[in-house]
């Protein structure tokens, strides 16, 4: 004789077979969502060994060099001319570690480049945001982009065929002497590299403030003017100022363009027409050719990496800083 599951006592009802099926439907979530957990976890502790295991590689190296050379003469030198043994079988010269004239070509360059590239990345930003119609925007901001995707070493040829002899002609036209390689040249075009991420950037993060915003300020009778110039760029401000940090990294980190155009010369001085060079190029120079890992002037690129691994940290805090306190002004 058949007996039906409904008269029989033991076997599940509806309800506890949706019962069952609910949660056996979460356990496989929580096993979805705890192996999503695994991975994320994993991925971040990835990234903070990587980026413990680069700071520590710089602070040892560094600490071998600061044993040789006193981390004040490296510090505070006005001479750099790292010239010592090759190798154990020669002898060098006792070298000059003193690595003030590569912060001031640095940050020379740099400075020049920010000055082409901060106003018109965000001057471009707020015309393609704000002014442009959706036609020329489509056409404007992929053309803009395009700089982006070209290589370094062409801005190079650029700099040192084109913008450094132009700038010689015309200095020499007003009777200045200017150097064939200046940093004023390399300045200028390492400026156009970073015009599209600061345009880019901050394009993003003005189409990002709230609609309601600008229509607010209009029904107050604003102007579009003044609803960019007290609205819009007050709202987007912490994002413009990671735009132009990102960039200012970007400046310091560039390495083909001021060997091309500015050449090898580590000269202390502030005059964009002189030739000067930077940290990065001095550490691809040291590290380059055939010599002893061990020697000072091998080891001094590490102490390089450190010191612009720490003036990188102190841009962003001093950054983070000041978005911080406009914000609460803001708010």
Known sequence: MNTSTTDNPLAPGPI?????????????????????????????????LTTVGIVASLLFEAMRFFSEIPITSFLFGVEWSPQTAIREDQVGASGAFGAVPLFAGTLLISFIALLVAAPVGLFSAIYLAEYAHAKVR?????????????????????????????????????????????????????????????????????????????????????????????????????????????????????????????????????????????????IVTLLTGDQEFDSAKTLAAFALGLMLFVSTLVLNVAALHIVKKYREQYE
């Open 138 to 282: 489509g056409w404007v901001k992929p053309i803009l982009e395009i700089l982006a995707g070209i290589p370094t070493v062409v801005y190079g040829f650029f700099a040192a065929l084109v913008v450094a002899p132009w700038i010689r002609g015309t200095g020499e036209g007003f009777s200045l002497e200017v150097s064939s390689e200046s940093a004023l040249a390399a300045g200028l075009v390492m400026g156009i590299m970073i015009i599209p991420l600061i345009s880019s950037l901050s394009d993003d993060v003005i189409n990002a403030v709230p609609q309601a915003m600008r229509e607010g300020s209009y029904g107050l009778g604003a102007t579009q003017s003044e609803t960019i110039r007290q609205v819009i760029i007050p709202a987007a401000l912490p994002g413009i100022m990671g735009g132009l940090l990102l960039a200012t990294s970007r400046a310091i980190g560039e390495t083909m363009i001021v060997v091309m155009a500015a050449g090898l010369a580590a000269n202390l001085t502030a005059n964009p027409l002189e030739a000067v060079t930077t940290v990065t190029v001095q």
């Open 16 to 48: 506890g077979a949706g019962r069952m099926h609910i949660t056996r439907a979460r356990r496989m979530k929580k096993a979805v969502e705890a192996g999503i957990k695994g991975v994320l976890i994993a991925s971040s502790t990835v990234a903070i």
